[in-house]
């Protein structure tokens, strides 16, 4: 068995973690869990951080769990909130749930012998569970001072926070429980913003069995210039192809900062310790980023799809027109099916009387809000059509790349595929 927390460690993947979790993890082969809420279909980068911790834990030597939140997703976790969720009704949860197990199985073996990963629901164990049998089994142990105490009831107290959100770390707490008693897990992890969740757990474990339970945090993830990592223009990056596609997941890897290069090779991938250091004095800083986007398209989607990003990505940013028409169409499709895709009509087209109406009315403002917003990036000299620079007094008559098509580009790195059906 390798060290797991000396794997974290120079990772810089360990934020805190209860004493005497080194000496459990190197004592014996150790479950370990790791909870992720139902509220969206698919999990984003910003989880995938946590669920490297699954693959390290499963890597040296170690049991890991992913525990899909149906119970508690109903409530919602008030960590790093600053407002009441929304609910979810009970079919969204359900196939969220379905999603979210689909994706975690891309990253755990879940069969390799005695350290096969296993996957739980706590709606599987809370929905045995009566209001008045859950105050007597949890609520009586931890007092309301203590649950004050917590980090993430303690920012929500001055904005509000309702009984429900405050109960959820007694749920989580539960959970924690009835896997220690249930399936012998010792160890919860999650980000830093869950140490106050988690250690309710350890606590609860604690009161109730006079037992010994461990917790482990890794840092939540940061760009260099202080913001939440995992977001792009766009919103959150998802690993689901459907929700972000592969040429765009492979694109916010080729853009991510210089300075930031250092913990994303440690943190999402598996290259060892030599490896990242040598690309650490990588003078290159682009290659080693299209080696980054490339180990991540394959691992969280496919080769294929790798291959898809990066045949749109080179025709993109070096094809010419020529090397547009002689593309055969089924594979310039193909090619740009990560691309956003607008379709409008031969009369619409014909309709244009210029180039900002094309741009912001014809195209549904899908790729400029508004005219005068179009008007402003084309006096910058920021659009182009098929590779050429165009302005406000731009004829309307391009040749259509086979015939039907206009590559619209926005700015240096947004493209739009317009069809003329």
Same mark, same amino acid.
């Given at each position: 068995?390798?060290?797991?927390?000396?794997?974290?460690?120079?990772?810089?993947?360990?934020?805190?973690?209860?004493?005497?979790?080194?000496?459990?993890?190197?004592?014996?082969?150790?479950?370990?869990?790791?909870?992720?809420?139902?509220?969206?279909?698919?999990?984003?980068?910003?989880?995938?951080?946590?669920?490297?911790?699954?693959?390290?834990?499963?890597?040296?030597?170690?049991?890991?769990?992913?525990?899909?939140?149906?119970? =508690? !997703?109903?409530?919602?976790?008030?960590?790093?909130? #600053?407002? @009441?969720?929304?609910? /979810?009704?009970?079919?969204? *949860?359900?196939?969220?749930?379905?999603?979210?197990?689909?994706?975690?199985?891309?990253?755990?073996?879940?069969?390799?012998?005695?350290?096969?990963?296993?996957?739980?629901?706590?709606?599987?164990?809370?929905?045995?569970?009566?209001?008045?049998?859950?105050?007597?089994?949890?609520?009586?142990?931890?007092?309301?001072?203590?649950?004050?105490?917590?980090?993430?009831?303690?920012?929500?107290?001055?904005?509000?926070?309702?009984?429900?959100?405050?109960?959820?770390?007694?749920?989580?707490?539960?959970?924690?429980?009835?896997?220690?008693?249930?399936?012998?897990?010792?160890?919860?992890?999650?980000?830093?913003?869950?140490?106050?969740?988690?250690? =309710? !757990?350890?606590?609860?474990?604690?009161?109730?069995? #006079?037992? @010994?339970?461990?917790? /482990?945090?890794?840092?939540? *993830?940061?760009?260099?210039?202080?913001?939440?990592?995992?977001?792009?223009?766009?919103?959150?990056?998802?690993?689901?192809?459907?929700?972000?596609?592969?040429?765009?997941?492979?694109?916010?890897?080729?853009?991510?900062?210089?300075?930031?290069?250092?913990?994303?090779?440690?943190?999402?991938?598996?290259?060892?310790?030599?490896?990242?250091?040598?690309?650490?004095?990588?003078?290159?800083?682009?290659?080693?980023?299209?080696?980054?986007?490339?180990?991540?398209?394959?691992?969280?989607?496919?080769?294929?799809?790798?291959?898809?990003?990066?045949?749109?990505?080179?025709?993109?940013?070096?094809?010419?027109?020529?090397?547009?028409?002689?593309?055969?169409?089924?594979?310039?499709?193909?090619?740009?099916?990560?691309?956003?895709?607008?379709?409008?009509?031969?009369?619409?087209?014909?309709?244009?009387?210029?180039?900002?109406?094309?741009?912001?009315?014809?195209?549904?403002?899908?790729?400029?809000?508004?005219?005068?917003?179009?008007?402003?990036?084309?006096?910058?000299?920021?659009?182009?059509?098929?590779?050429?620079?165009?302005?406000?007094?731009?004829?309307?008559?391009?040749?259509?790349?086979?015939?039907?098509?206009?590559?619209?580009?926005?700015?240096?790195?947004?493209?739009?595929?317009?069809?003329?059906?």
């Amino acid at each position: 068995m390798k060290n797991f927390v000396e794997e974290l460690k120079w990772r810089g993947m360990l934020h805190d973690m209860t004493p005497g979790t080194e000496a459990q993890l190197n004592k014996e082969m150790t479950a370990g869990y790791i909870g992720f809420d139902p509220t969206a279909s698919s999990l984003h980068i910003g989880n995938l951080a946590t669920i490297m911790l699954l693959v390290h834990l499963q890597r040296t030597g170690h049991k890991p769990f992913a525990l899909v939140g149906g119970a =508690t !997703g109903m409530i919602g976790d008030p960590s790093g909130k #600053s407002e @009441e969720r929304k609910f /979810l009704d009970e079919e969204v *949860l359900k196939h969220n749930q379905t999603c979210i197990k689909k994706q975690l199985e891309k990253f755990l073996d879940f069969d390799s012998g005695a350290n096969s990963a296993e996957m739980v629901n706590n709606y599987d164990w809370f929905k045995e569970i009566g209001f008045l049998q859950f105050l007597r089994e949890v609520g009586k142990h931890l007092t309301i001072n203590y649950m004050i105490s917590k980090d993430s009831v303690q920012k929500r107290l001055e904005t509000g926070i309702s009984f429900t959100e405050f109960s959820y770390q007694l749920l989580q707490g539960y959970d924690f429980y009835w896997l220690y008693k249930n399936k012998n897990i010792k160890l919860q992890m999650g980000g830093s913003d869950q140490w106050g969740n988690i250690t =309710t !757990g350890t606590e609860l474990i604690r009161r109730k069995e #006079s037992g @010994e339970a461990f917790a /482990l945090t890794t840092p939540l *993830l940061t760009r260099s210039d202080g913001q939440k990592f995992g977001k792009s223009e766009g919103g959150n990056v998802w690993l689901d192809a459907n929700m972000t596609s592969p040429y765009k997941f492979y694109q916010f890897w080729l853009n991510v900062a210089d300075d930031d290069l250092p913990k994303l090779l440690r943190v999402f991938t598996l290259w060892d310790r030599e490896t990242i250091e040598a690309f650490d004095k990588e003078a290159d800083k682009n290659k080693v980023k299209r080696e980054l986007a490339k180990d991540l398209t394959t691992r969280i989607h496919s080769e294929s799809d790798y291959q898809q990003a990066l045949k749109a990505s080179e025709l993109l940013f070096k094809g010419t027109l020529a090397d547009f028409n002689a593309t055969e169409e089924r594979i310039l499709n193909e090619i740009f099916e990560g691309v956003p895709q607008i379709e409008i009509s031969q009369s619409e087209y014909k309709n244009t009387s210029s180039i900002v109406d094309f741009l912001s009315v014809v195209t549904q403002n899908q790729i400029f809000t508004s005219k005068g917003e179009a008007r402003r990036m084309l006096k910058e000299g920021g659009v182009s059509i098929n590779k050429e620079k165009v302005s406000e007094a731009t004829s309307m008559q391009f040749e259509f790349l086979k015939g039907k098509y206009l590559l619209v580009q926005k700015g240096k790195k947004n493209y739009f595929w317009v069809k003329i059906g």
